[in-house]
T-cell receptor
C-alpha cells in the first residue's frame, strides 16, 4: 500500500495475555519507529530500527515489551503478560533514512489496545 | 529535542485563518522546526518544516521569527477537516526520538 499499515486496528485482551501488534512500513523506508499514546497524552517513544543496525530499545517501558523487524520491512511489537496500564494506542511510523531533523515521519493509524 | 511551548487549545471559524504559535526559546542554530497534526483516531501527519526562512506548502505556511525563538503555523482558510491536535517539535540532527508534547487542539466551528 501507499502508507504505513498497522494491524489489528483494535485489540481487546485480558490481563496477563500476550499480544502482537504488526506494522508494515512504506516500501523502501529503512527507518521504523514505535510510539505509544495514552488517552489525551503526547507520544512516547518506544523503539527505533534503522537498516541493519542494532535497534534502539531505550524507550521500552519494561522487559515485557519486545519488538523485531524481519527482513528490514515488517515489524512486530510484542507485549507479554499484559497489564491494564498497557492500554493505549500503539503507533508505528517509518521514514526514508532516519535522520530526524531533515525527514518526514509517516505514521500508521495505530492499534488501540485495551487490557481488561 | 529543545523544549517547545504551545497553547492548549484554539478555536476558529470555518473559512477564517488560524495562527498557531509555538515558543522555542532554547532552540539551537541547527534545530529544524517541524509541525505535525493528528486528526481524530489517526496517527500524526507531517504538515511543514523549516529552519530560518518562512515556508509555504499546500497545507500551511510557517512563519519563523528572526531570532528563531518562536514560530507560527498559519492555516489560511480553516476547514472542518483541519480540526486536529497540532504539534510543534524541534528534532535534533540524527535524533530519531521525536518528542511530541500535548500540542494545540484546534476546533473549527461551521
Amino acid at each position: 500500500g501507499a502508507g504505513v499499515s498497522q494491524s489489528p486496528s483494535n485489540k481487546v485482551t485480558e490481563k496477563g495475555k500476550d499480544v502482537e501488534l504488526r506494522c508494515d512500513p512504506i516500501s523502501g523506508h529503512t527507518a521504523l519507529y514505535w510510539y505509544r499514546q495514552s488517552l489525551g497524552q503526547g507520544l512516547e517513544f518506544l523503539i527505533y530500527f534503522q537498516g541493519n543496525s542494532a535497534p534502539d530499545k531505550s524507550g521500552l517501558p519494561s522487559d515485557r515489551f519486545s519488538a523485531e523487524r524481519t527482513g528490514g520491512s515488517v515489524s512486530t511489537l510484542t507485549i507479554q503478560r499484559t497489564q491494564q496500564e498497557d492500554s493505549a494506542v500503539y503507533l508505528c511510523a517509518s521514514s526514508l533514512v532516519g535522520q530526524g531533523a531533515f525527514e518526514k515521519l509517516f505514521f500508521g493509524s495505530g492499534t488501540q489496545l485495551s487490557v481488561l | 529535542d529543545a523544549k517547545t511551548t504551545q497553547p492548549n487549545s484554539m478555536e476558529s471559524n470555518e473559512e477564517e485563518p488560524v495562527h498557531l504559535p509555538c515558543n522555542h526559546s532554547t532552540i539551537s542554530g541547527t534545530d529544524y522546526i517541524h509541525w505535525y497534526r493528528q486528526l481524530p483516531s489517526q496517527g500524526p501527519e507531517y504538515v511543514i518544516h523549516g529552519l530560518t526562512s518562512n515556508v509555504n506548502n499546500r497545507m500551511a505556511s510557517l512563519a519563523i521569527a528572526e531570532d528563531r525563538k518562536s514560530s507560527t503555523l498559519i492555516l489560511h482558510r480553516a476547514t472542518l477537516r483541519d480540526a486536529a491536535v497540532y504539534y510543534c517539535i524541534l528534532p535534533r540532527s540524527n535524533d530519531y526520538k521525536l518528542s511530541f508534547g500535548a500540542g494545540t487542539t484546534v476546533t473549527v466551528r461551521a
